[in-house]
């Protein structure tokens, strides 16, 4: 009997391990994850795009190309960005790439502004800040990636919309809202409106006691929608620094999402929710770097080096 309990208790155990073992594994990412970089010494003013996976590793340049490129979003292994390549300088259109920087094409005629951007119904639409001519600047246009199409849902050309984000299931948008763009006196702020361009609840209305109201710098944007807790995470510039904040859709909870004593802001979920990547740096902001947060645990790692000075604005692909 001793024996029989000896052995059933060892195999308990094995089986423990087992589990705990494949636990853990399951808990590390798989995604890649793309970002901007500066080149330094270029007289072109050369961005360019490095993935790496997602323990830093792996780091490439994939597009390699003398123009503007910047990526804020992808869907699954699909890597969108913007760039100037074979137009003007910062004249920017919307292009779609691999994980690898392969099978490039140019996804729309729509010239874009420089501002995040957002897809819906399995990537094959995505919402974006375009703008037709010197008069419909800043405007939001719904874009068929498959085909380059483009509807415009916004028509209000004395405001500035920029930085949307569809909701996880894509009938709302959050957005950065100025009434008047030429308002210097004036800032933007989040908004929601609904799939069609309504305007609807306002979000967020920035402290204007705070030191830093009178610096250059975001009041709200950059706003991620997070894929499966009800909150939208968003960047402010506030107490001397950049950080990211959160608020709830109906208004009800907002708050400092990351308890950190260095300046971060752009940033990304994972499809699920349990990663968060981000770019942070030091208050003055003169290196910038990589960082990637288990949203459960709270644990972060750094992910770059001192290569480049400029790392911004990482997008989380494949996952």
């Not at 087992?18 to 994850?33: G, L, R, V, W």
């Not at 907002?254 to 929710?273: P, Q, V």
Request: with cysteine; proline share 3%.
């Amino acid at each position: 009997m001793k024996t029989l309990t000896l052995i059933m208790a060892i195999f308990v155990l094995f089986c423990a391990c087992s589990t705990s073992k494949k636990d853990i594994q399951s808990t590390e990412p798989t995604f890649s994850i793309a970002y901007n970089v500066h080149m330094p010494d270029t007289i072109n003013d050369d961005w360019e795009i490095i993935k790496m996976n997602a323990d830093g590793s792996g780091k490439q340049n994939i597009l390699q190309n003398d123009d503007v490129a910047w990526t804020y979003t992808a869907h699954e292994g699909r890597l969108f960005f913007i760039s100037d390549r074979d137009t003007c300088y910062r004249c920017f259109f919307l292009y779609e790439s691999d994980v690898d920087g392969k099978n490039l094409r140019k996804v729309s005629d729509l010239r874009l502004e420089d501002s995040w951007m957002s897809s819906r119904k399995d990537g094959k639409e995505m919402i974006v800040a375009g703008r037709i001519g010197k008069d419909v600047r800043f405007q939001f246009f719904i874009v068929n990636t498959e085909n380059g199409t483009f509807k415009q849902i916004t028509n209000d050309t004395a405001a500035l919309f920029r930085d949307p984000c569809f909701s996880p299931d894509g009938k709302q948008i959050v957005f950065s809202y100025q009434k008047n763009k030429r308002d210097k006196s004036t800032h933007e702020e989040l908004f929601l409106m609904d799939e069609n361009g309504r305007v609807g609840q306002q979000l967020t209305v920035y402290p204007e006691n705070n030191p830093s109201a009178k610096e250059y710098g975001y009041r709200a944007g950059s706003a991620r929608w997070h894929p499966t807790e009800n909150f939208i995470s968003y960047v402010s510039l506030q107490d001397g620094r950049h950080s990211i904040y959160a608020v709830s859709p109906n208004v009800k909870k907002h708050w400092k999402l990351l308890n950190r004593t260095d300046s971060e802001s752009w940033h990304d979920w994972s499809a699920d929710g349990k990663w968060l990547v981000f770019n942070n740096s030091d208050r003055a902001e003169t290196q910038y770097h990589i960082s990637l947060m288990n949203w459960q645990t709270k644990v972060e790692k750094q992910l770059t080096d001192l290569t480049y000075k400029s790392q911004l604005s990482p997008v989380i692909i494949g996952d």
